[in-house]
């Protein structure tokens, strides 16, 4: 089993800057295809972005492509987000998953079998 804590939200003008961070325990991190999505108010989870088992590969959704870059750090069993040009309309609480599917990119949410806690991010106009 896998456990994910996000940290890194909080609230930030637009055009600003924020890096997420999700901590996973256990040992089988590297074994793991891990994602970000994230929930606004009334709206459904969509996802964000997607990084492979090794770290070399990486996938986002049209609407953060050139702004967000998802990396990850197997040696600490953490994903990171990096969110830069950010927008009013980013704001959402965002969520790491794991998924232990072996194909590529995933990014169906039901396609992840663990899901972190969430944490907000405000993008203020």
């Known amino acids: 089993q896998v456990q994910l804590v996000e940290s890194g939200g909080g609230l930030v003008q637009a055009g600003g800057s924020l890096r997420l961070s999700c901590a996973a325990s256990?040992?089988?991190?590297?074994?793991?295809?891990m994602g970000w999505f994230r929930q606004a108010p009334g709206k459904e989870r969509e996802f964000v972005a997607v990084?492979?088992?090794?770290?070399?590969?990486?996938y986002y959704a049209d609407s953060v492509k050139g702004r967000f870059t998802i990396s990850r750090d197997n040696a600490k069993n953490t994903v990171y987000l990096q969110m830069n040009s950010l927008k009013p309309e980013d704001t959402a609480v965002y969520s790491c998953?794991?998924?232990?599917?072996?194909?590529?990119?995933?990014?169906?949410?039901?396609?992840?079998?663990?899901w972190g806690q969430g944490t907000q991010v405000t993008v203020s106009s």
């Open positions: 990084v492979n088992r090794g770290g070399g590969r990486t």
């Open positions: 256990g040992r089988t991190f590297s074994s793991y295809t």
């Open positions: 998953a794991a998924s232990s599917g072996t194909y590529y990119p995933i990014t169906a949410a039901g396609e992840y079998d663990y």
